[in-house]
């Protein structure tokens, strides 16, 4: 017991940690301004008050228990973790460290906290990667498990089984009791045990287990604590390595020079005895072969520091020195990177032991190259793109969110997207979509400069950041890919690349980089389906062309149906699909009026039954010219039934109301305005105001009365009317 004095209390009040005093019914007496800092209250709030005012509510029992056991001087950890709650109701991880003391007579507790809230993210973060690794332990030399909190197989890779001489069926379930005998069965249970009170890693304790044939088995395990979402323990996770060979060897080493000899000489792994003053004395036909040099070449003529990197020789002579002086140390396992006779460095784990009675070092060595490149490789894998050797998404995500701070502002961001790939893995194979792929990559960081950034975001799709750019520089990027695209072109005419770019610029202190991606996307998406160069496929082009010479319908109409749509689009606030396919049908639904004869399509009186019968074919005429044309053909169905009326008076099939795609009743609206507000052979254009009129009076017969409310309430709003270019005939005035 100590007294708590008022000199403690100013050191306290000093101290960094935020400690606090408390009584034996859980009040506070006093505490520090770390601890004020931590919790959102004031001292007076906080002393006096009970502990539990800062411990989440569900926690508070399990507290209280660890509070009591401690205060009855009962065997209880001195420290423990729980969530806490501030003033402002922010819930927060916390773990706990407390000691009993007597203050003026009274048992106190004297505690300090520590916000682990930080760590606890990284925990999550952390358990959600290691999935992505599991397919790489499948193929590793070494046995990874999985175990619930009784002990019981959950997961294993297919070393354990294979070491343990059981059919993967067989021991998934089953119980590391069920292989060992009692004496190891409590070592594993301690080893566990203690992992799971302090989630702290246990790393290689050694222990047998039985194999199914009765032999026994010396392993080596690490094993560390997993825990679900919601951070409570659910089992544990390790690597156990088969050492029994290894034992074999020590075990000898200890019982005679002689079986010693015989055994490092036999061993499969590369060893070396190393003198007191780092003379290599004696090495084995393994470590020859590691090193490159001959038995003659090592023994009593190289230093054991001339095998080891110049950057590891420090670290290497520091572990020897330390064995030689605390041998209670041993054994004493560590890295380093061996430089062969060839100067080939290779990436080595050694395992160092004192000879007995001597000064002597033992090495053992493994070539740990390739686990190193797998490492390396996984590292690799989570910021790459495999195919295009770009970053991927997951780097992209981080480096935007270093952006947000607005030290590189202004911010450009590019979203690059190439056309037609599912066409292209549709008729000529994937092998052609990953070449086009690989081509738009290569078209694209050809065009940056060095300080920006490309990764491949998705399947078709690659984002650019450019630091401190403003929209002048933004624009010259994307002028370089559209030139370096066009420089493809023509010199791979049979390979055709086409990219859509959207852009966008943020400036200020803080930026909104989520919002400045989603901005560049949209850009993008509007820009693919705005060009009328977008088309991609022959039979699209014709079609096309078909239509302006025609005269079905004229460009300048062709263009403001099109710009009806994506401002329709976007104040329904349609989904990207939708939005993208109501934009191709508005200027592909009347695509079947191809084959109406010019007299009936042009035809100024009213038409008589046969006339009717050849315009209502038209619709299924579209739908099959779509259903036949790749880039139309999500937009067949609409095609058909977009001349269906809101009563049911329409055709094909004489639809109503909601049975009416939503596309089809909107387009319906849309192709009324523009034709109206355009000429024809037959009559002049109508005006804005007519064309509203018209809309208002046919709603709930022809048209969606909604749908029309929401068409007039968007153009009204429409700062300038829609395109200056489409003045005068949209002109309301």
Same mark, same amino acid.
């Given at each position: 017991?100590q007294?708590?004095d008022?000199?403690k209390?100013?050191?306290?009040e000093?101290?960094?940690?935020?400690?606090y005093l408390m009584?034996s019914?859980?009040y506070f007496?006093f505490?520090?301004?770390?601890?004020?800092n931590?919790s959102?209250?004031t001292k007076?709030e906080?002393?006096?008050?009970?502990?539990?005012?800062l411990v989440?509510?569900e926690?508070r029992?399990?507290?209280?228990?660890?509070?009591?056991k401690?205060l009855?001087q009962?065997?209880?950890?001195?420290?423990?973790?729980?969530?806490g709650i501030?003033?402002?109701?922010?819930?927060v991880n916390?773990?706990?460290?407390?000691?009993?003391i007597?203050v003026?007579?009274?048992?106190c507790i004297?505690?300090?906290?520590?916000d682990?809230t930080?760590?606890?993210n990284?925990q999550?973060e952390l358990s959600?990667?290691?999935?992505?690794?599991?397919t790489i332990?499948?193929?590793?030399?070494?046995?990874?498990?999985e175990v619930?909190l009784s002990g019981?197989?959950?997961y294993?890779?297919d070393?354990?089984?294979h070491?343990?001489g059981?059919?993967r069926e067989?021991?998934?379930?089953m119980?590391?009791?069920?292989f060992t005998?009692n004496?190891?069965a409590q070592?594993?249970y301690?080893?566990f045990?203690?992992?799971?009170?302090?989630?702290?890693t246990?790393?290689f304790f050694?222990w047998?287990?039985?194999?199914?044939n009765?032999?026994?088995?010396?392993?080596e395990?690490?094993?560390l604590?997993m825990?679900?979402?919601e951070g409570n323990p659910?089992g544990?996770r390790?690597?156990?390595?088969?050492?029994?060979?290894r034992?074999?060897?020590?075990q000898?080493?200890r019982e005679?020079?002689?079986w010693?000899?015989?055994i490092?000489?036999?061993?499969?792994?590369?060893?070396?005895?190393?003198?007191?003053d780092?003379?290599?004395?004696?090495?084995?036909?393994?470590l020859?072969?590691?090193?490159?040099?001959?038995?003659?070449e090592?023994?009593?003529?190289l230093d054991?520091?001339e095998?080891v990197?110049?950057?590891?020789a420090?670290k290497?002579?520091?572990?020897h020195?330390q064995?030689?002086?605390?041998?209670?140390?041993l054994p004493?396992?560590y890295?380093f990177i061996?430089v062969?006779?060839?100067v080939v460095?290779?990436d080595?784990?050694?395992?160092?032991?004192?000879?007995?009675?001597?000064r002597?070092?033992?090495?053992?060595?493994?070539?740990v190259?390739?686990?190193?490149?797998?490492?390396e490789?996984?590292?690799?894998?989570?910021?790459?793109?495999v195919?295009?050797?770009?970053?991927?998404r997951?780097?992209?995500?981080?480096?935007?969110?270093?952006?947000?701070?607005g030290?590189?502002?202004p911010?450009?961001?590019?979203v690059?997207d190439?056309d037609?790939?599912?066409?292209?893995?549709?008729?000529?194979?994937?092998?052609?979509?990953?070449?086009?792929i690989?081509?738009?990559?290569?078209?694209?960081?050809?065009?940056?400069?060095?300080?920006d950034?490309?990764?491949?975001?998705?399947?078709?799709e690659?984002?650019i950041?450019l630091?401190?750019s403003e929209?002048?520089a933004?624009l010259?990027?994307i002028?370089r890919i559209?030139?370096?695209?066009e420089e493809?072109n023509?010199?791979?005419p049979e390979?055709e690349?086409s990219?859509?770019?959207?852009?966008?610029v943020?400036?200020?202190?803080r930026?909104d980089?989520n919002?400045?991606?989603t901005?560049?996307?949209n850009?993008m998406?509007?820009?693919?389906f705005?060009s009328?160069?977008?088309a991609?496929?022959?039979t699209?082009?014709?079609?096309?062309?078909?239509l302006?010479l025609?005269?079905?319908t004229?460009?300048?109409e062709?263009?403001?149906?099109?710009e009806?749509?994506?401002?329709?689009a976007?104040y329904?606030?349609?989904s990207e699909?939708?939005?993208?396919?109501?934009?191709?049908?508005?200027?592909?639904?009347?695509i079947?009026?191809?084959?109406v004869w010019?007299h009936?399509?042009?035809?100024?009186d009213?038409?008589?039954?046969k006339e009717?019968?050849?315009i209502?074919?038209?619709?299924?005429?579209?739908y099959?010219?779509?259903?036949?044309a790749?880039d139309l053909?999500?937009?067949?169905d609409?095609?058909?039934t977009?001349h269906?009326?809101?009563?049911g008076?329409?055709?094909p099939w004489?639809l109503?109301k909601d049975e009416?795609?939503l596309?089809?009743?909107?387009?319906?609206?849309?192709?009324?305005?523009?034709?109206?507000?355009?000429?024809?052979p037959?009559?002049?254009?109508?005006?804005?105001?007519? %064309?509203?009129?018209?809309?208002?009076d046919?709603?709930g017969t022809q048209?969606?009365?909604e749908?029309? %409310?929401?068409?007039?309430?968007?153009?009204?709003?429409?700062e300038d009317?829609?395109?200056?270019?489409?003045?005068?005939n949209?002109?309301p005035?």
């Open positions: 017991m007294d708590f008022i000199e209390k100013h050191i306290i000093g101290s960094p940690l935020s400690i009584d019914a859980g007496k505490v520090n301004q770390q601890m004020l931590l959102g209250y007076q906080l002393v006096g008050s009970h502990f539990t005012i989440y509510s926690d029992q399990m507290v209280r228990d660890a509070v009591q401690r009855e009962a065997e209880v950890t001195n420290s423990y973790e729980f969530r501030k003033k402002n109701g922010e819930v916390i773990l706990g460290f407390f000691n009993l007597d003026d007579g009274e048992n004297l505690g300090q906290v520590l682990i930080a760590m606890k990284l999550e959600e990667k290691e999935a992505r690794y599991r332990m499948e193929h590793s030399n070494v046995g990874y498990f619930d019981n197989f959950t294993f890779n070393v354990v089984p070491n343990l059981y059919a067989e021991l998934m379930g119980n590391n009791r069920e005998d004496e190891n070592k594993v301690s080893a045990n203690k992992v799971y009170r302090t989630g702290q246990q790393k050694d047998e287990l039985i194999h199914r009765g032999m026994k088995t010396h392993v395990t690490s094993v604590l825990k679900d979402r659910c544990f390790g690597i156990v390595n088969d050492v029994t060979e034992k074999r060897y020590e000898s080493l005679s020079e002689f010693y000899r015989a490092f000489e036999g061993s499969g792994t590369a060893m070396a005895i190393i003198d007191d780092n003379t290599i004395t004696m090495v084995n036909k393994k020859q072969e590691m090193s490159g040099y001959s038995k003659n090592l023994e009593n003529n054991w520091k095998l990197d110049s950057k590891d420090d290497v002579t520091q572990y020195n064995l030689k002086q605390d041998n209670h140390l004493i396992q890295e061996l062969d006779k060839y460095k290779k080595v784990l050694a395992n160092m032991n004192l000879v007995p009675e001597t002597k070092c033992v090495v053992s060595m493994q070539d190259t390739q686990r190193k490149k797998i490492e490789d996984l590292k690799h894998l989570s910021f790459y793109d195919m295009t050797g770009l970053y991927n997951n780097y992209f995500d981080q480096e935007l969110d270093r952006y947000k701070d030290r590189r502002s911010i450009g961001i590019i690059c190439v037609g790939l599912k066409h292209v893995n549709d008729t000529k194979g994937h092998k052609w979509g990953d070449q086009l690989n081509t738009a990559a290569s078209v694209i960081q050809g065009s940056l400069r060095e300080s950034m490309v990764a491949r975001i998705g399947g078709d690659f984002g950041l630091p401190k929209k002048r933004v010259k990027v002028e559209k030139n370096a695209v493809y023509a010199q791979n390979s690349l990219i859509s770019t959207g852009y966008a943020g400036k200020g202190p930026i980089v919002q400045l991606f901005r560049a996307d850009n998406y509007h820009n693919k705005r009328y160069e977008n991609r496929s022959d699209v082009r014709v079609i096309r062309k078909i302006e025609s005269e079905i004229s460009e300048k062709q263009r403001e149906i099109q009806l749509a994506e401002n329709f976007d329904l606030e349609l699909t939708e939005a993208n396919e109501l934009i191709l049908l508005a200027q592909f639904h009347e079947g009026k191809i084959g010019d009936i399509l042009f035809k100024e009213f038409l008589d039954t009717f019968e050849e209502i074919k038209h619709c299924n005429n579209g099959q010219i779509a259903q036949k790749h053909e999500s937009i067949a609409y095609i058909l977009h269906e009326r809101y009563d008076s329409g055709y004489g109503k009416i795609p596309l089809c009743r909107i387009i319906s609206i849309l192709e009324t305005f523009c034709a109206m507000t355009n000429p024809r037959y009559r002049n254009a109508t005006t804005w105001e007519k %064309a509203v009129l018209e809309l208002k046919n709603a048209f969606d009365p749908l029309v %409310a929401k068409f007039i309430t968007m153009i009204e709003n429409l009317g829609l395109d200056q270019a489409h003045a005068p949209l002109d005035g």
